[in-house]
Protein backbone atom coordinates (compact mmCIF):
# COMPACT_ATOMS: atom_id res chain seq x y z
CA UNK A 1 0.00 0.00 0.00
CA UNK A 2 1.01 3.36 -0.83
CA UNK A 3 2.51 5.40 1.94
CA UNK A 4 -0.40 7.49 3.43
CA UNK A 5 0.20 11.60 3.13
CA UNK A 6 1.05 11.82 7.02
CA UNK A 7 3.93 9.63 6.38
CA UNK A 8 5.25 11.72 3.20
CA UNK A 9 5.23 14.91 4.41
CA UNK A 10 9.03 15.25 4.99
CA UNK A 11 9.52 14.10 1.47
CA UNK A 12 7.09 16.12 -0.75
CA UNK A 13 7.78 18.89 1.72
CA UNK A 14 8.07 21.86 0.09
CA UNK A 15 10.24 21.23 -3.22
CA UNK A 16 9.39 20.35 -6.48
CA UNK A 17 9.51 16.52 -7.37
CA UNK A 18 10.68 15.08 -10.10
CA UNK A 19 9.35 11.55 -12.02
CA UNK A 20 12.59 10.01 -10.56
CA UNK A 21 12.61 11.21 -7.39
CA UNK A 22 9.00 9.29 -7.40
CA UNK A 23 10.35 6.27 -8.94
CA UNK A 24 13.43 6.31 -7.24
CA UNK A 25 11.34 6.02 -3.45
CA UNK A 26 7.78 4.32 -4.74
CA UNK A 27 9.14 2.72 -7.64
CA UNK A 28 6.63 0.19 -7.21
CA UNK A 29 3.48 2.80 -6.88
CA UNK A 30 3.82 4.85 -9.92
CA UNK A 31 4.83 4.59 -13.65
CA UNK A 32 7.52 6.46 -15.68
CA UNK A 33 7.29 6.56 -19.27
CA UNK A 34 8.83 3.68 -20.36
CA UNK A 35 5.83 1.99 -19.11
CA UNK A 36 3.45 3.80 -21.20
CA UNK A 37 1.44 2.42 -23.92
CA UNK A 38 1.48 3.59 -27.36
CA UNK A 39 -1.91 5.48 -27.66
CA UNK A 40 -1.05 7.19 -24.77
CA UNK A 41 1.37 9.68 -26.78
CA UNK A 42 -1.40 9.69 -29.25
CA UNK A 43 -4.25 10.21 -26.57
CA UNK A 44 -1.78 12.75 -24.63
CA UNK A 45 -1.04 14.89 -27.49
CA UNK A 46 -4.48 15.65 -28.03
CA UNK A 47 -4.74 16.58 -24.04
CA UNK A 48 -2.23 19.59 -25.48
CA UNK A 49 -3.99 20.81 -28.34
CA UNK A 50 -6.85 21.50 -25.81
CA UNK A 51 -4.32 22.82 -24.11
CA UNK A 52 -3.86 25.28 -26.93
CA UNK A 53 -7.19 26.59 -26.46
CA UNK A 54 -6.33 28.34 -23.41
CA UNK A 55 -2.82 29.73 -24.17
CA UNK A 56 -3.74 33.35 -24.13
CA UNK A 57 -6.79 33.39 -21.30
CA UNK A 58 -5.36 31.72 -18.78
CA UNK A 59 -2.71 33.86 -17.12
CA UNK A 60 -1.52 33.73 -14.36
CA UNK A 61 -2.57 30.13 -14.04
CA UNK A 62 -1.04 27.32 -16.70
CA UNK A 63 -2.55 26.52 -20.05
CA UNK A 64 -3.76 22.74 -18.97
CA UNK A 65 -5.77 20.33 -21.25
CA UNK A 66 -7.35 16.79 -20.49
CA UNK A 67 -8.58 14.12 -22.64
CA UNK A 68 -10.77 11.17 -20.78
CA UNK A 69 -10.62 8.08 -22.87
CA UNK A 70 -12.53 4.64 -21.94
CA UNK A 71 -12.79 1.43 -24.31
CA UNK A 72 -10.79 3.25 -26.92
CA UNK A 73 -13.31 5.86 -27.22
CA UNK A 74 -12.74 9.59 -26.37
CA UNK A 75 -15.53 10.71 -24.07
CA UNK A 76 -14.73 13.62 -22.80
CA UNK A 77 -12.28 16.56 -23.15
CA UNK A 78 -11.38 19.96 -21.68
CA UNK A 79 -9.10 22.77 -21.07
CA UNK A 80 -8.79 25.67 -18.17
CA UNK A 81 -10.29 28.78 -20.12
CA UNK A 82 -9.52 31.13 -17.35
CA UNK A 83 -8.20 31.96 -13.52
CA UNK A 84 -11.01 31.43 -11.40
CA UNK A 85 -12.72 28.89 -13.86
CA UNK A 86 -12.36 25.05 -13.09
CA UNK A 87 -9.68 23.57 -14.82
CA UNK A 88 -9.34 20.95 -17.39
CA UNK A 89 -9.96 18.03 -15.71
CA UNK A 90 -13.60 19.43 -14.53
CA UNK A 91 -14.09 20.77 -17.60
CA UNK A 92 -13.51 17.09 -19.56
CA UNK A 93 -15.40 15.16 -16.67
CA UNK A 94 -18.59 17.67 -17.21
CA UNK A 95 -18.10 16.67 -20.82
CA UNK A 96 -18.06 13.32 -20.88
CA UNK A 97 -20.72 11.19 -23.11
CA UNK A 98 -20.98 8.77 -20.23
CA UNK A 99 -19.91 7.69 -17.12
CA UNK A 100 -15.91 7.66 -16.85
CA UNK A 101 -15.55 4.70 -14.02
CA UNK A 102 -12.44 2.92 -15.01
CA UNK A 103 -11.33 5.46 -17.61
CA UNK A 104 -8.16 6.90 -18.18
CA UNK A 105 -7.91 10.80 -17.85
CA UNK A 106 -4.87 12.06 -19.59
CA UNK A 107 -3.64 15.26 -18.32
CA UNK A 108 -1.01 17.93 -19.43
CA UNK A 109 0.03 18.86 -15.78
CA UNK A 110 -0.37 17.52 -12.73
CA UNK A 111 -3.41 17.31 -11.20
CA UNK A 112 -3.89 20.13 -7.85
CA UNK A 113 -3.98 18.77 -4.93
CA UNK A 114 -5.14 21.91 -2.92
CA UNK A 115 -7.89 24.64 -2.63
CA UNK A 116 -7.85 27.90 -3.98
CA UNK A 117 -10.59 29.17 -6.20
CA UNK A 118 -11.71 26.07 -7.36
CA UNK A 119 -11.88 22.85 -5.46
CA UNK A 120 -8.63 20.46 -5.79
CA UNK A 121 -9.33 18.37 -9.36
CA UNK A 122 -7.26 14.78 -8.03
CA UNK A 123 -10.09 14.94 -5.36
CA UNK A 124 -12.41 15.47 -8.90
CA UNK A 125 -10.67 12.77 -10.56
CA UNK A 126 -10.65 10.54 -7.22
CA UNK A 127 -14.35 11.05 -6.84
CA UNK A 128 -15.27 10.64 -10.61
CA UNK A 129 -13.93 6.46 -10.68
CA UNK A 130 -11.50 6.86 -13.51
CA UNK A 131 -8.64 4.16 -12.74
CA UNK A 132 -5.80 5.62 -14.56
CA UNK A 133 -4.55 8.77 -14.87
CA UNK A 134 -1.56 9.61 -17.10
CA UNK A 135 0.29 12.70 -16.30
CA UNK A 136 3.09 14.48 -18.79
CA UNK A 137 4.41 16.05 -16.15
CA UNK A 138 4.61 16.69 -11.94
CA UNK A 139 3.31 20.51 -10.69
CA UNK A 140 6.39 22.42 -9.42
CA UNK A 141 4.34 25.16 -7.84
CA UNK A 142 4.89 24.06 -4.33
CA UNK A 143 1.37 23.82 -3.26
CA UNK A 144 0.91 21.05 -5.38
CA UNK A 145 4.61 19.55 -5.91
CA UNK A 146 3.66 15.80 -6.11
CA UNK A 147 0.61 15.91 -3.59
CA UNK A 148 -1.47 15.11 -6.70
CA UNK A 149 -0.09 12.35 -7.45
CA UNK A 150 0.31 11.21 -3.65
CA UNK A 151 -4.54 11.64 -3.70
CA UNK A 152 -4.44 9.61 -6.41
CA UNK A 153 -2.05 6.73 -5.84
CA UNK A 154 -3.66 6.79 -2.16
CA UNK A 155 -7.22 6.53 -3.70
CA UNK A 156 -6.00 3.31 -5.78
CA UNK A 157 -5.66 4.84 -9.14
CA UNK A 158 -3.10 3.62 -11.26
CA UNK A 159 -0.73 6.97 -12.41
CA UNK A 160 1.88 7.32 -15.38
CA UNK A 161 3.87 10.29 -15.29
CA UNK A 162 6.36 11.71 -17.80
CA UNK A 163 4.47 11.01 -21.34
CA UNK A 164 5.01 13.99 -23.83
CA UNK A 165 6.71 16.01 -21.26
CA UNK A 166 8.84 17.70 -23.19
CA UNK A 167 5.90 18.96 -25.52
CA UNK A 168 3.60 19.55 -22.44
CA UNK A 169 6.20 22.09 -20.81
CA UNK A 170 6.50 24.07 -23.92
CA UNK A 171 3.12 25.41 -22.87
CA UNK A 172 4.00 26.83 -19.95
CA UNK A 173 7.72 27.46 -19.81
CA UNK A 174 7.40 31.02 -17.75
CA UNK A 175 5.02 29.44 -15.02
CA UNK A 176 7.50 26.42 -14.61
CA UNK A 177 10.24 28.39 -14.49
CA UNK A 178 8.97 30.81 -12.27
CA UNK A 179 7.53 27.64 -9.57
CA UNK A 180 11.11 26.59 -10.06
CA UNK A 181 13.26 29.73 -9.75
CA UNK A 182 11.31 32.34 -8.40
CA UNK A 183 12.03 34.06 -12.01
CA UNK A 184 10.13 34.66 -15.13
CA UNK A 185 10.95 33.31 -18.96
CA UNK A 186 11.88 36.32 -20.77
CA UNK A 187 11.15 36.88 -24.33
CA UNK A 188 13.06 39.65 -25.82
CA UNK A 189 11.74 40.93 -29.27
CA UNK A 190 13.66 42.78 -32.02
CA UNK A 191 12.53 43.87 -35.88
CA UNK A 192 15.79 44.54 -37.53
CA UNK A 193 16.72 44.94 -41.06
CA UNK A 194 18.98 42.54 -42.87
CA UNK A 195 22.48 44.57 -41.52
CA UNK A 196 21.20 43.88 -37.76
CA UNK A 197 19.70 47.65 -37.67
CA UNK A 198 16.78 48.66 -35.54
CA UNK A 199 16.18 52.27 -36.14
CA UNK A 200 17.40 55.07 -38.22
CA UNK A 201 19.79 57.84 -36.21
CA UNK A 202 17.10 60.15 -35.97
CA UNK A 203 14.74 57.29 -33.69
CA UNK A 204 12.67 56.96 -36.78
CA UNK A 205 11.74 53.09 -37.16
CA UNK A 206 7.80 52.85 -38.17
CA UNK A 207 7.91 50.62 -39.83
CA UNK A 208 10.74 48.26 -40.49
CA UNK A 209 9.08 44.90 -40.81
CA UNK A 210 5.26 44.32 -42.42
CA UNK A 211 1.91 44.38 -41.53
CA UNK A 212 1.92 40.06 -40.55
CA UNK A 213 4.94 40.20 -38.43
CA UNK A 214 3.23 42.85 -36.35
CA UNK A 215 0.30 40.74 -36.11
CA UNK A 216 3.06 38.15 -34.78
CA UNK A 217 4.09 39.91 -32.28
CA UNK A 218 0.38 40.39 -31.10
CA UNK A 219 0.66 36.73 -30.32
CA UNK A 220 3.69 36.99 -28.09
CA UNK A 221 2.24 40.03 -26.12
CA UNK A 222 -0.53 37.93 -25.42
CA UNK A 223 1.47 34.95 -24.28
CA UNK A 224 2.94 37.61 -21.87
CA UNK A 225 1.89 38.77 -18.40
CA UNK A 226 4.37 42.21 -18.57
CA UNK A 227 6.56 43.87 -21.40
CA UNK A 228 9.19 45.41 -20.19
CA UNK A 229 10.23 48.72 -22.35
CA UNK A 230 12.60 51.95 -21.68
CA UNK A 231 11.85 55.38 -21.16
CA UNK A 232 13.14 56.82 -24.41
CA UNK A 233 11.33 54.30 -26.36
CA UNK A 234 7.98 55.62 -24.97
CA UNK A 235 9.10 59.48 -25.67
CA UNK A 236 9.91 58.46 -29.24
CA UNK A 237 7.35 56.43 -29.93
CA UNK A 238 4.69 56.67 -27.63
CA UNK A 239 3.62 52.49 -28.00
CA UNK A 240 0.16 51.38 -26.38
CA UNK A 241 1.86 47.82 -25.93
CA UNK A 242 -0.93 46.54 -25.64
CA UNK A 243 -3.05 43.80 -27.07
CA UNK A 244 -5.31 44.36 -29.64
CA UNK A 245 -5.46 41.25 -32.32
CA UNK A 246 -8.66 39.85 -33.23
CA UNK A 247 -7.16 36.70 -34.92
CA UNK A 248 -5.89 35.31 -31.84
CA UNK A 249 -8.44 32.72 -31.94
CA UNK A 250 -10.04 33.91 -28.98
CA UNK A 251 -12.22 37.90 -27.98
CA UNK A 252 -9.98 40.22 -27.61
CA UNK A 253 -11.65 40.98 -24.13
CA UNK A 254 -10.55 37.43 -22.93
CA UNK A 255 -7.09 38.46 -23.40
CA UNK A 256 -5.59 39.67 -19.76
CA UNK A 257 -3.69 43.21 -20.69
CA UNK A 258 0.56 42.24 -19.74
CA UNK A 259 1.55 44.64 -17.25
CA UNK A 260 3.43 47.54 -18.83
CA UNK A 261 6.68 48.13 -16.99
CA UNK A 262 8.90 51.11 -17.99
CA UNK A 263 12.67 51.27 -17.01
CA UNK A 264 13.01 55.60 -15.78
CA UNK A 265 16.33 55.40 -14.31
CA UNK A 266 16.50 59.05 -14.98
CA UNK A 267 13.33 59.02 -13.43
CA UNK A 268 12.31 61.19 -16.88
CA UNK A 269 8.78 60.03 -16.87
CA UNK A 270 8.31 60.08 -13.05
CA UNK A 271 6.17 62.83 -10.50
CA UNK A 272 9.64 63.84 -10.00
CA UNK A 273 10.63 64.16 -13.99
CA UNK A 274 10.69 66.99 -16.21
CA UNK A 275 7.73 64.67 -18.40
CA UNK A 276 5.37 67.19 -20.20
CA UNK A 277 3.81 64.50 -22.29
CA UNK A 278 0.79 62.32 -20.90
CA UNK A 279 1.79 59.19 -22.97
CA UNK A 280 -0.11 56.29 -23.67
CA UNK A 281 1.49 53.77 -20.79
CA UNK A 282 1.05 56.31 -18.22
CA UNK A 283 -2.45 56.58 -18.86
CA UNK A 284 -2.75 52.86 -17.23
CA UNK A 285 -2.56 52.91 -13.81
CA UNK A 286 -0.85 49.49 -13.78
CA UNK A 287 2.05 50.71 -15.42
CA UNK A 288 4.87 50.02 -13.07
CA UNK A 289 8.36 52.78 -13.42
CA UNK A 290 10.90 50.90 -12.40
CA UNK A 291 14.19 52.97 -11.66
CA UNK A 292 16.53 50.57 -10.21
CA UNK A 293 19.10 49.35 -12.31
CA UNK A 294 18.85 46.09 -11.02
CA UNK A 295 17.59 44.01 -13.31
CA UNK A 296 17.27 40.42 -11.83
CA UNK A 297 15.28 42.57 -9.02
CA UNK A 298 12.82 43.70 -11.07
CA UNK A 299 11.92 40.28 -12.70
CA UNK A 300 11.95 38.22 -9.24
CA UNK A 301 9.66 41.30 -8.33
CA UNK A 302 7.33 40.18 -11.23
CA UNK A 303 7.13 37.37 -9.96
CA UNK A 304 6.52 37.75 -6.15
CA UNK A 305 4.29 40.50 -6.20
CA UNK A 306 2.63 40.36 -9.29
CA UNK A 307 2.16 36.24 -9.88
CA UNK A 308 4.16 37.54 -13.63
CA UNK A 309 5.53 34.29 -15.24
CA UNK A 310 6.23 35.35 -18.64
CA UNK A 311 7.77 38.65 -19.72
CA UNK A 312 8.89 40.20 -22.97
CA UNK A 313 11.03 42.76 -23.73
CA UNK A 314 10.15 45.56 -26.24
CA UNK A 315 12.59 48.32 -26.25
CA UNK A 316 15.64 50.16 -27.55
CA UNK A 317 19.22 48.74 -28.06
CA UNK A 318 20.30 49.77 -24.71
CA UNK A 319 18.03 48.49 -22.92
CA UNK A 320 18.10 45.11 -24.79
CA UNK A 321 21.83 44.82 -24.45
CA UNK A 322 21.45 45.20 -20.81
CA UNK A 323 19.03 42.24 -20.32
CA UNK A 324 21.54 40.09 -22.82
CA UNK A 325 24.64 41.09 -20.89
CA UNK A 326 23.24 40.47 -17.19
CA UNK A 327 22.30 37.02 -18.96
CA UNK A 328 18.42 37.49 -18.40
CA UNK A 329 17.08 36.57 -21.22
CA UNK A 330 15.75 32.57 -22.11
CA UNK A 331 14.14 33.54 -25.95
CA UNK A 332 15.29 35.94 -28.39
CA UNK A 333 12.43 36.95 -31.04
CA UNK A 334 14.17 38.50 -34.30
CA UNK A 335 11.90 39.83 -36.94
CA UNK A 336 14.47 40.05 -39.90
CA UNK A 337 12.86 42.01 -42.91
CA UNK A 338 13.92 42.31 -46.32
CA UNK A 339 15.53 45.45 -46.51
CA UNK A 340 19.30 47.19 -45.74
CA UNK A 341 19.35 50.53 -43.42
CA UNK A 342 23.39 51.27 -43.35
CA UNK A 343 25.93 52.18 -41.15
CA UNK A 344 24.41 55.22 -39.34
CA UNK A 345 21.30 53.30 -38.20
CA UNK A 346 20.88 52.48 -34.97
CA UNK A 347 21.99 49.05 -33.98
CA UNK A 348 19.58 45.69 -32.68
CA UNK A 349 22.04 45.66 -29.38
CA UNK A 350 23.92 47.96 -27.36
CA UNK A 351 27.07 46.40 -25.55
CA UNK A 352 30.22 45.72 -24.77
CA UNK A 353 31.85 42.63 -25.79
CA UNK A 354 35.79 43.07 -26.00
CA UNK A 355 36.94 39.63 -26.38
CA UNK A 356 35.43 36.62 -28.85
CA UNK A 357 35.46 34.66 -25.56
CA UNK A 358 32.94 36.86 -24.14
CA UNK A 359 30.48 36.37 -26.81
CA UNK A 360 27.13 35.40 -25.67
CA UNK A 361 26.04 32.76 -27.92
CA UNK A 362 22.00 31.54 -29.23
CA UNK A 363 20.92 28.31 -30.15
CA UNK A 364 17.85 28.24 -33.50
CA UNK A 365 15.26 26.74 -32.31
CA UNK A 366 13.18 28.25 -35.30
CA UNK A 367 12.87 29.78 -38.53
CA UNK A 368 9.70 31.02 -40.46
CA UNK A 369 8.47 33.07 -42.92
CA UNK A 370 5.93 35.63 -41.77
CA UNK A 371 4.91 37.80 -45.03
CA UNK A 372 7.81 39.26 -46.27
CA UNK A 373 10.05 38.84 -43.02
CA UNK A 374 11.49 36.21 -41.63
CA UNK A 375 11.23 35.37 -38.14
CA UNK A 376 13.93 33.75 -36.25
CA UNK A 377 13.19 32.17 -32.62
CA UNK A 378 16.74 31.54 -30.72
CA UNK A 379 17.35 29.86 -27.09
CA UNK A 380 19.86 30.90 -24.71
CA UNK A 381 22.84 28.49 -24.37
Request: net charge negative.
Amino acid sequence: MFPKSGNTANFLGSSPLSIDDYQSTYLDHIEGVEAAKTEDFYYMNLAIEEAKKGLYTTRPNPAVGCIIVKNDLIIGSGFHPKAGEPHAEVFSLRNSTQSVAEATAYVTLEPCSHTGKTPPCAEALIQSGVSRVVIAGLDPNPKVAGRGVNMLLEAGIKVTVGVCTEQAEQLNLGFLKSMRYKMPYVRLKIASSLDGRTAMASGESKWITGPAAREDVQKVRALSGAIITGSQTVIEDDPSLNVRSTQLGVEAEQVPQPKVVVLDRRKRLSQEGTAKKIYKVLQNDQTLLWSDSDLEALLRALVVEHDIHDVLIEAGSRVSGSFITAGLVDELIVYQAPCVLGNSAQPMLSLDIENLSCQRRFQLMDCSRVGTDLKLVYKAI
